[in-house]
Protein backbone atom coordinates (compact mmCIF):
# COMPACT_ATOMS: atom_id res chain seq x y z
CA UNK A 1 0.00 0.00 0.00
CA UNK A 2 1.11 3.48 -0.78
CA UNK A 3 2.18 6.21 1.66
CA UNK A 4 -0.63 9.58 1.47
CA UNK A 5 0.60 12.25 -0.37
CA UNK A 6 -1.28 15.81 1.30
CA UNK A 7 -2.62 18.16 -1.24
CA UNK A 8 -4.31 21.22 0.47
CA UNK A 9 -6.27 24.04 -1.97
CA UNK A 10 -7.65 26.71 -1.11
CA UNK A 11 -11.09 26.32 -0.36
CA UNK A 12 -14.03 23.63 -1.40
CA UNK A 13 -14.80 25.18 -4.47
CA UNK A 14 -10.97 25.13 -5.56
CA UNK A 15 -10.71 22.00 -4.41
CA UNK A 16 -13.38 20.66 -7.11
CA UNK A 17 -11.76 22.15 -9.77
CA UNK A 18 -8.35 21.06 -8.99
CA UNK A 19 -9.41 17.66 -8.46
CA UNK A 20 -11.19 17.59 -11.61
CA UNK A 21 -8.43 18.40 -13.43
CA UNK A 22 -6.73 15.43 -11.64
CA UNK A 23 -9.12 13.52 -12.95
CA UNK A 24 -8.96 14.18 -16.16
CA UNK A 25 -5.93 14.42 -16.99
CA UNK A 26 -5.51 11.38 -15.44
CA UNK A 27 -8.06 9.12 -17.19
CA UNK A 28 -6.80 10.51 -20.39
CA UNK A 29 -3.04 9.63 -19.24
CA UNK A 30 -4.35 5.82 -18.52
CA UNK A 31 -6.02 5.77 -22.06
CA UNK A 32 -3.83 6.81 -23.99
CA UNK A 33 -1.20 3.81 -22.48
CA UNK A 34 -4.42 1.17 -22.10
CA UNK A 35 -7.09 2.49 -24.30
CA UNK A 36 -9.97 2.23 -21.52
CA UNK A 37 -9.83 3.43 -17.85
CA UNK A 38 -11.51 2.62 -14.76
CA UNK A 39 -13.24 5.19 -12.59
CA UNK A 40 -15.10 4.89 -9.24
CA UNK A 41 -17.21 7.66 -7.75
CA UNK A 42 -18.32 8.64 -4.90
CA UNK A 43 -21.24 10.44 -3.08
CA UNK A 44 -21.06 13.47 -1.02
CA UNK A 45 -20.55 17.11 -1.44
CA UNK A 46 -17.57 17.44 -2.81
CA UNK A 47 -17.70 14.10 -4.82
CA UNK A 48 -21.05 15.72 -6.72
CA UNK A 49 -19.55 19.11 -6.73
CA UNK A 50 -16.27 17.48 -8.74
CA UNK A 51 -17.71 15.44 -11.19
CA UNK A 52 -20.30 19.14 -11.70
CA UNK A 53 -16.98 20.97 -12.29
CA UNK A 54 -15.52 18.14 -15.37
CA UNK A 55 -18.49 18.65 -16.87
CA UNK A 56 -17.86 22.12 -16.89
CA UNK A 57 -14.85 21.71 -18.09
CA UNK A 58 -13.65 22.09 -21.86
CA UNK A 59 -10.99 19.57 -21.12
CA UNK A 60 -13.40 16.67 -20.73
CA UNK A 61 -13.34 16.30 -24.17
CA UNK A 62 -9.74 14.85 -23.84
CA UNK A 63 -11.43 12.00 -22.17
CA UNK A 64 -12.50 8.60 -24.54
CA UNK A 65 -16.10 8.50 -22.48
CA UNK A 66 -16.90 5.83 -24.58
CA UNK A 67 -13.76 3.75 -23.31
CA UNK A 68 -14.28 4.68 -19.55
CA UNK A 69 -16.00 1.89 -16.86
CA UNK A 70 -17.88 3.59 -14.00
CA UNK A 71 -18.58 2.36 -10.55
CA UNK A 72 -19.71 3.43 -7.45
CA UNK A 73 -17.75 3.26 -4.05
CA UNK A 74 -20.97 2.98 -2.14
CA UNK A 75 -24.44 3.40 -2.67
CA UNK A 76 -27.54 4.38 -0.96
CA UNK A 77 -30.39 1.69 -0.75
CA UNK A 78 -33.01 3.35 -2.27
CA UNK A 79 -34.71 3.38 -5.50
CA UNK A 80 -33.76 4.26 -8.83
CA UNK A 81 -34.20 7.80 -9.54
CA UNK A 82 -34.03 8.92 -5.86
CA UNK A 83 -32.22 12.24 -5.17
CA UNK A 84 -30.69 10.62 -2.01
CA UNK A 85 -29.21 8.15 -4.33
CA UNK A 86 -25.56 8.38 -5.68
CA UNK A 87 -26.20 7.51 -8.96
CA UNK A 88 -28.72 10.56 -9.13
CA UNK A 89 -26.11 13.51 -8.03
CA UNK A 90 -23.65 11.60 -10.60
CA UNK A 91 -26.46 11.18 -13.17
CA UNK A 92 -27.48 14.76 -12.91
CA UNK A 93 -23.89 16.12 -12.59
CA UNK A 94 -22.17 14.62 -15.42
CA UNK A 95 -22.87 11.64 -16.41
CA UNK A 96 -26.20 12.56 -18.36
CA UNK A 97 -23.93 15.36 -20.01
CA UNK A 98 -21.26 12.83 -21.62
CA UNK A 99 -21.22 10.19 -24.13
CA UNK A 100 -21.14 7.11 -22.35
CA UNK A 101 -21.29 3.60 -22.80
CA UNK A 102 -24.02 2.55 -21.01
CA UNK A 103 -23.00 -0.92 -20.62
CA UNK A 104 -19.98 0.15 -18.93
CA UNK A 105 -21.75 2.44 -16.20
CA UNK A 106 -21.91 -0.17 -13.05
CA UNK A 107 -24.95 1.12 -10.71
CA UNK A 108 -25.50 -0.10 -7.43
CA UNK A 109 -29.12 -1.43 -7.39
CA UNK A 110 -31.65 -0.73 -5.24
CA UNK A 111 -34.92 -1.99 -3.71
CA UNK A 112 -37.00 -1.35 -7.05
CA UNK A 113 -34.59 -4.60 -8.71
CA UNK A 114 -36.46 -6.65 -7.02
CA UNK A 115 -33.07 -7.50 -4.42
CA UNK A 116 -32.73 -7.15 -1.01
CA UNK A 117 -29.73 -5.15 0.27
CA UNK A 118 -27.69 -8.41 0.46
CA UNK A 119 -28.66 -9.40 -2.95
CA UNK A 120 -28.08 -6.38 -4.76
CA UNK A 121 -24.04 -6.62 -2.73
CA UNK A 122 -23.81 -10.54 -4.49
CA UNK A 123 -25.04 -8.70 -7.74
CA UNK A 124 -22.17 -5.60 -7.21
CA UNK A 125 -19.56 -8.64 -6.55
CA UNK A 126 -20.49 -10.52 -9.68
CA UNK A 127 -20.07 -7.82 -11.97
CA UNK A 128 -16.68 -6.59 -10.48
CA UNK A 129 -15.64 -10.56 -10.83
CA UNK A 130 -16.75 -10.47 -14.58
CA UNK A 131 -14.92 -7.41 -14.62
CA UNK A 132 -11.68 -8.77 -13.24
CA UNK A 133 -8.36 -9.30 -15.83
CA UNK A 134 -5.96 -12.13 -14.49
CA UNK A 135 -3.48 -9.61 -13.95
CA UNK A 136 -5.94 -7.56 -10.94
CA UNK A 137 -4.58 -10.77 -9.06
CA UNK A 138 -8.31 -10.39 -7.07
CA UNK A 139 -12.11 -11.02 -7.10
CA UNK A 140 -12.44 -7.37 -8.61
CA UNK A 141 -10.99 -4.46 -11.22
CA UNK A 142 -7.87 -2.88 -9.90
CA UNK A 143 -9.27 0.57 -10.79
CA UNK A 144 -7.44 3.39 -11.82
CA UNK A 145 -8.99 6.03 -9.70
CA UNK A 146 -10.92 5.38 -6.99
CA UNK A 147 -12.61 8.46 -5.08
CA UNK A 148 -13.67 8.85 -1.75
CA UNK A 149 -15.28 11.19 0.17
CA UNK A 150 -15.18 11.39 3.78
CA UNK A 151 -17.13 12.28 6.43
CA UNK A 152 -17.23 13.89 9.92
CA UNK A 153 -16.48 10.56 11.65
CA UNK A 154 -13.88 9.24 9.49
CA UNK A 155 -16.20 7.13 7.19
CA UNK A 156 -15.57 6.46 3.66
CA UNK A 157 -17.96 4.40 0.84
CA UNK A 158 -20.34 3.26 3.32
CA UNK A 159 -17.74 2.25 5.53
CA UNK A 160 -18.71 3.60 9.24
CA UNK A 161 -16.58 3.32 12.68
CA UNK A 162 -16.79 0.32 14.56
CA UNK A 163 -19.43 -1.30 11.89
CA UNK A 164 -18.90 -4.93 10.89
CA UNK A 165 -18.39 -4.15 7.57
CA UNK A 166 -14.92 -3.39 8.20
CA UNK A 167 -14.09 -6.72 8.77
CA UNK A 168 -15.37 -7.93 5.54
CA UNK A 169 -13.21 -10.18 3.34
CA UNK A 170 -15.95 -10.11 0.51
CA UNK A 171 -15.72 -7.55 -2.07
CA UNK A 172 -18.91 -5.76 -1.38
CA UNK A 173 -21.45 -6.06 1.29
CA UNK A 174 -24.62 -4.46 2.51
CA UNK A 175 -24.59 -1.95 5.08
CA UNK A 176 -27.82 -1.87 7.70
CA UNK A 177 -28.09 0.52 10.69
CA UNK A 178 -26.01 3.37 9.09
CA UNK A 179 -25.38 6.15 11.41
CA UNK A 180 -26.07 8.69 8.18
CA UNK A 181 -29.46 8.13 6.60
CA UNK A 182 -30.62 5.92 5.03
CA UNK A 183 -29.77 3.09 7.40
CA UNK A 184 -29.41 0.84 4.24
CA UNK A 185 -26.31 0.98 2.03
CA UNK A 186 -24.24 -1.12 -0.21
CA UNK A 187 -20.55 -0.67 -0.02
CA UNK A 188 -17.04 -1.52 -1.32
CA UNK A 189 -14.86 -3.27 1.42
CA UNK A 190 -11.42 -2.05 2.54
CA UNK A 191 -9.85 -4.93 0.21
CA UNK A 192 -11.28 -4.07 -3.06
CA UNK A 193 -10.72 -0.30 -2.30
CA UNK A 194 -6.71 -1.14 -1.44
CA UNK A 195 -6.42 -3.20 -4.56
CA UNK A 196 -7.09 0.18 -6.71
CA UNK A 197 -4.08 1.71 -8.53
CA UNK A 198 -4.99 4.81 -6.53
CA UNK A 199 -7.20 6.15 -4.08
CA UNK A 200 -8.15 9.33 -3.50
CA UNK A 201 -9.82 10.80 -0.75
CA UNK A 202 -11.39 14.09 -1.03
CA UNK A 203 -12.43 16.26 1.86
CA UNK A 204 -13.16 19.82 2.74
CA UNK A 205 -14.68 21.80 6.58
CA UNK A 206 -13.37 21.93 9.57
CA UNK A 207 -15.66 19.13 10.57
CA UNK A 208 -13.55 17.16 9.08
CA UNK A 209 -10.52 18.25 10.31
CA UNK A 210 -10.10 15.78 13.54
CA UNK A 211 -10.74 12.79 10.99
CA UNK A 212 -8.35 13.71 8.51
CA UNK A 213 -5.72 14.17 11.10
CA UNK A 214 -6.63 10.44 12.10
CA UNK A 215 -6.61 9.29 9.26
CA UNK A 216 -3.25 10.07 8.20
CA UNK A 217 -1.86 8.86 11.91
CA UNK A 218 -1.64 5.20 13.33
CA UNK A 219 -4.95 5.02 13.79
CA UNK A 220 -6.67 1.56 12.56
CA UNK A 221 -9.71 1.76 10.02
CA UNK A 222 -12.05 0.17 12.38
CA UNK A 223 -11.93 3.46 14.35
CA UNK A 224 -11.64 5.44 11.53
CA UNK A 225 -12.04 3.70 8.22
CA UNK A 226 -10.27 6.84 6.19
CA UNK A 227 -7.07 5.53 7.43
CA UNK A 228 -7.66 2.03 5.48
CA UNK A 229 -7.92 4.29 2.22
CA UNK A 230 -4.78 3.43 0.58
CA UNK A 231 -4.25 2.59 -3.33
CA UNK A 232 -1.61 0.30 -4.45
CA UNK A 233 0.46 2.48 -6.43
CA UNK A 234 -0.63 5.85 -5.18
CA UNK A 235 -2.78 7.74 -2.09
CA UNK A 236 -3.62 10.92 -2.41
CA UNK A 237 -5.04 13.28 0.80
CA UNK A 238 -6.65 16.36 -1.40
CA UNK A 239 -8.49 18.91 1.03
CA UNK A 240 -9.11 22.46 1.68
CA UNK A 241 -7.47 24.49 4.22
CA UNK A 242 -10.06 23.78 6.58
CA UNK A 243 -10.01 19.88 6.66
CA UNK A 244 -6.41 20.13 7.00
CA UNK A 245 -5.75 22.00 9.83
CA UNK A 246 -4.99 19.88 11.99
CA UNK A 247 -2.62 17.88 10.22
CA UNK A 248 0.58 17.71 12.38
CA UNK A 249 3.07 20.49 11.33
CA UNK A 250 6.15 17.27 10.91
CA UNK A 251 3.85 15.48 7.68
CA UNK A 252 5.03 16.68 4.72
CA UNK A 253 2.27 18.56 2.50
CA UNK A 254 1.72 20.52 -1.13
CA UNK A 255 -0.15 23.38 -0.57
CA UNK A 256 -1.68 25.88 -3.87
CA UNK A 257 -1.90 29.53 -3.50
O1 LIG B 1 -23.11 9.26 2.71
C1 LIG B 1 -22.08 9.47 2.13
O2 LIG B 1 -21.19 10.39 2.64
C2 LIG B 1 -19.83 10.44 2.25
C3 LIG B 1 -19.27 11.83 2.56
O3 LIG B 1 -20.20 12.84 2.26
P1 LIG B 1 -19.95 14.39 2.50
O4 LIG B 1 -21.22 15.07 2.09
O5 LIG B 1 -19.63 14.59 3.94
O6 LIG B 1 -18.82 14.79 1.60
C4 LIG B 1 -19.68 10.02 0.82
O7 LIG B 1 -18.35 9.87 0.54
C5 LIG B 1 -20.41 8.70 0.55
O8 LIG B 1 -20.21 8.28 -0.79
C6 LIG B 1 -21.84 8.91 0.78
O9 LIG B 1 -22.64 7.77 0.54
Known amino acids: MSVPTVIIHRDADMLAKAVAARVITGLVDVQSSRGSASLVLTGGTVG ?85 LPEDHGPAPSFDILLLGMGPDGHVASLFPGMPALYETRPVVAVHGSPKPPPTRISLTLPVIQAAREVWVVAAGAEKASAVRLALSDTGPVQIPAAGARGRQRTLFLLDRAAAAKIPASLGRISSP
Not at 70 to 95: K, M, Q, V, Y
Not at 104 to 110: A, I, N, T
Open 48 to 132: IATLAEIAASPARDAIDWRHLDIWWGDERFLPSGDPERNETGARAALLDQVDLDPARVHVMRGPDSGMTAEESADAYAEKLHRAA
